[in-house]
C-alpha cells in the first residue's frame, strides 16, 4: 500500500468520523443554549454563553432523580437475573447430555429470530391480568427466562473448558450446581462483562417496555426523556431537551469507552460463529 | 458385563434430570413469555376484544378478513416494507464499506473504529431526541448549514421529508453494522489472500472472489436480523411525540405497521383487530426470514457447518 493511499484512507475516514460525532456535539452545544439563542435563526454553531443552568433546571423541572432510580432499579435487575440464568442455562446447554436437547438447542437459537417487539405487546395484556403491571416482576420474570443469544454465549464459553475440571471435582464429591458455581462461572468473567454490559445498555435504553408496562410516576429515564420538557403550550423546550439527554446518554457513552473491547465482542459474535 | 452396566445407568439419568434442571428457566421462560402470549394474541385476534368490556364474543376471522379492507393499514404495511427495502441494504452496504476501510493497516484505526461504532450504542431514544435537534426548523444544525449556503430553510419533520430524517436516523446507527462485517473479515485466513495476491489477482478480484463468499453468511445473518428489526420498527414514535399513543403527531410518510398497531391498542382500544395486525406482522416476518433463507441457500458459502446441525 503506497503512503498517498494511506494518506486517503485516513482523510476519508477522518470525515466519516467527524460526520458520525457531529449529532453528539450538536446535541452538547444545544444543551447550552439560552432560549432565547435557541429560538434565533440561523442557528449560532456554539453557544456564545455556556448556560449551565440548563443542567439543573433538566434535573428539577421533571423527575429527573426519581426516573433516573427507576432505570437504575430495573437495569440492575434485568441484568443480574438475565446474566446469572443464562450463565446457568448456558452451563446446561455445554456440559450436560438428556433425549431432547439437540431439538432444544434448535429451538433456543430460533428463538432469536423471532420478532421481540410482536411478542411483547400480548405479554403486556396478560401482566396486566395479572395486576403486575406497573411493579418490576416482569422484569424479574424476563430476566429469570434469560436471554437467547447470551445462553448461547455462555454456552460456547462453557463448551471450551477441558473436561478434565468437572470430572476431578466429580471425583471430589462436587455435584453440578457445586461445578457451575465455583468452578466454571468464575472463569466466564470474559463471558459475564459482555453480559452485564449488553443487558446494562438494553435496559437503559429500553423504551416500550417501561412505556407500555409502567406508569408516568414511575417510568424510567427513557420514557421521561421522550416526553418530558414542555412549556405550558406544551411545545418541546429544546435546550432542556437536550440537556436531559446529554445526561441520559452519558452513562452508556462513557461504559462504552472504558469497556470498548466487551462491547465489541459481545456483538460481533452475534449468533455467527 | 452386568456391572459396568448398572454402574453406567444411574449417573446418565441423573445427568439428564440435571440437564432438564438447569435448561427450566429458559424452557418456561419461553413458553411463559412468548409461545403463551402469541397464543393469547392468537385467541383475542378471533374476538371483538375491547380490553375492558368482560363480554367479548368469537367473530372467527372477521379481524383478518377487516385487516384487507384497512387502506390505512395496508399502507402502513406498503411503508414498512418499503421502510425496511431501503434501510436494510443500505446499513449493511455502509456497514462493510467501512469495515473494509478499517481493516487497512493505517494509523489509529482502532480509534477510528470505536467514533465511528460509537452512535450505535446510543440509546434509541437519545438518538432520536438528537436528530429531532439536529432537524428542527428553526434551532437545528440541517438548516443551520443550508442557511450558510444561502438556501431557503426546510420543514424536515412533516411530510414528504420526515423520511429522510428516519433514514438519517437508522443509518447514523450502521456502526453495528460496521463491527459485525469486521470480525467477519478478521476471520478470513490472511493465506488466502496471500495466495491470490501471488497468482496475480487485482485487489478487486480477491475482494469480490474470495472476500464477498467468505463474509456471505455474516452478511445473510446482517440481512435477517435486519429485516426482523425494520419490520417492527417503530422509531419514527420517538422522532415525533415520543408516546406510544401518539401515533397522530406521526407524519403519513412515516407511518409504520408497528404504530398502527400501538395506536389500535391504546388509543382506539380495539384489541381483536390489533391482535389480528400483530399475528399478521409475525406470519409476515417469519414468511420473510424464511424466503431470504431459502433464496441465500445457493449464494451463501459455510466453511463449517452452521452451528446445530452438529
Not at chain 2, 463468499?213 to 420517538?238: C, E, R
Not at chain 2, 389480528?276 to 416476518?285: E, H, N, P, S, T
Request: charged share 10%.
Amino acid at each position: 500500500m503506497t503512503r498517498t493511499y494511506r494518506w486517503a484512507l485516513s482523510l476519508v475516514l477522518l470525515a466519516v468520523v467527524l460526520v458520525m460525532i457531529s449529532p453528539i456535539l450538536w446535541l452538547v452545544s444545544s444543551s447550552l443554549k439560552s432560549s432565547a439563542e435557541m429560538a434565533s435563526f440561523p442557528p449560532t454553531w456554539w453557544p456564545s454563553q455556556p448556560r449551565f443552568a440548563n443542567y439543573t433546571e433538566a434535573i428539577t423541572s421533571v423527575n429527573f432523580l426519581g426516573a433516573a432510580q427507576n432505570s437504575l432499579t430495573i437495569a440492575f435487575i434485568s441484568t443480574t437475573l438475565t446474566t446469572l440464568s443464562s450463565a446457568w442455562v448456558g452451563f446446561g446447554f455445554a456440559r450436560l447430555t438428556a433425549p431432547g436437547k439437540k431439538q432444544l438447542f434448535v429451538v433456543l437459537l430460533a428463538t432469536m429470530m423471532l420478532p421481540g417487539i410482536v411478542t411483547l405487546v400480548p405479554t403486556y395484556l396478560i401482566f396486566a391480568k395479572l395486576h403486575m403491571v406497573n411493579t418490576y416482576w416482569p422484569w424479574v420474570a424476563w430476566g429469570l427466562g434469560g436471554s437467547a443469544f447470551l445462553i448461547f454465549l455462555f454456552r460456547q464459553f462453557f463448551a471450551g473448558i477441558p473436561r478434565e475440571m468437572e470430572e476431578a471435582a466429580i471425583i471430589d464429591g462436587c455435584g453440578y450446581v457445586g461445578i457451575f458455581w465455583r468452578i466454571f462461572l468464575p472463569q466466564s468473567w470474559p463471558v459475564i462483562a459482555a453480559s452485564v454490559i449488553l443487558s446494562f445498555t438494553h435496559a437503559w435504553g429500553d423504551f416500550v417496555g417501561p412505556a407500555m408496562f409502567l406508569s408516568q410516576d414511575s417510568t424510567t429515564l427513557a420514557v421521561a426523556m421522550a416526553t418530558g420538557y414542555v412549556n405550558d403550550k406544551g411545545l418541546p423546550l429544546n435546550n432542556l431537551v437536550a440537556a436531559g439527554a446529554v445526561m441520559y446518554v452519558l452513562p452508556v457513552l462513557i461504559l462504552f469507552l472504558f469497556m470498548q473491547r466487551r462491547f465489541v465482542s459481545g456483538f460481533s459474535t452475534s449468533g455467527i460463529k | 458385563m452386568e456391572r459396568p452396566d448398572r454402574k453406567k445407568k444411574p449417573p446418565t439419568l441423573r445427568k439428564a434430570r440435571t440437564f432438564y434442571l438447569f435448561v427450566a428457566p429458559w424452557v418456561l421462560g419461553f413458553i411463559g413469555l412468548t409461545v403463551f402470549p402469541l397464543g393469547y394474541a392468537f385467541w383475542l385476534s378471533l374476538t371483538d376484544s375491547d380490553g375492558l368490556s368482560p363480554r367479548t364474543h368469537f367473530v372467527g376471522f372477521q379481524n383478518y378478513i377487516d385487516i384487507f379492507h384497512d387502506p390505512l393499514t395496508l399502507s402502513s404495511l406498503a411503508k414498512t416494507g418499503m421502510f425496511a427495502l431501503v434501510t436494510v441494504p443500505l446499513s449493511i452496504l455502509a456497514g462493510l464499506l467501512l469495515a473494509v476501510m478499517v481493516n487497512q493497516p493505517i494509523r489509529a484505526r482502532g480509534l477510528y473504529r470505536a467514533l465511528i461504532y460509537l452512535p450505535a450504542v446510543v440509546p434509541p431514544v437519545g438518538a432520536a431526541l438528537t436528530f429531532r435537534l439536529i432537524f428542527d426548523r428553526d434551532a437545528g444544525a440541517a438548516n443551520g448549514i443550508l442557511s450558510t449556503f444561502g438556501a431557503n430553510p426546510i420543514t424536515w419533520l412533516v411530510d414528504p421529508n420526515a423520511r429522510y430524517v428516519l433514514y438519517a436516523l437508522v443509518l447514523w446507527g450502521c456502526g453495528g453494522s460496521m463491527i459485525i462485517s469486521l470480525a467477519g473479515l478478521q476471520d478470513i485466513p490472511r493465506e488466502l489472500l496471500e495466495a491470490a495476491q501471488v497468482d496475480g489477482a487485482s485487489y478487486w478480484q480477491s475482494f469480490t472472489r474470495i472476500t464477498i463468499p467468505l463474509l456471505s453468511p455474516v452478511i445473510l445473518f446482517q440481512v435477517i436480523t435486519g429485516m426482523i428489526g425494520s419490520l417492527q420498527s417503530f422509531a419514527p414514535l420517538l422522532l415525533s411525540s415520543g408516546s406510544l399513543s401518539g401515533a397522530g403527531a406521526v407524519p403519513q410518510g412515516n407511518y409504520l405497521y408497528m404504530i398502527h398497531v400501538f395506536a389500535q391498542y391504546f388509543s382506539a382500544s380495539r384489541f381483536g383487530y390489533a391482535s389480528a395486525m400483530l399475528w399478521l406482522l409475525f406470519a409476515v416476518i417469519l414468511l420473510v426470514t424464511l424466503l431470504i433463507i431459502k433464496v441465500s441457500a445457493r449464494t451463501v458459502f459455510y466453511t463449517v457447518e452452521p452451528e446445530g446441525a452438529k
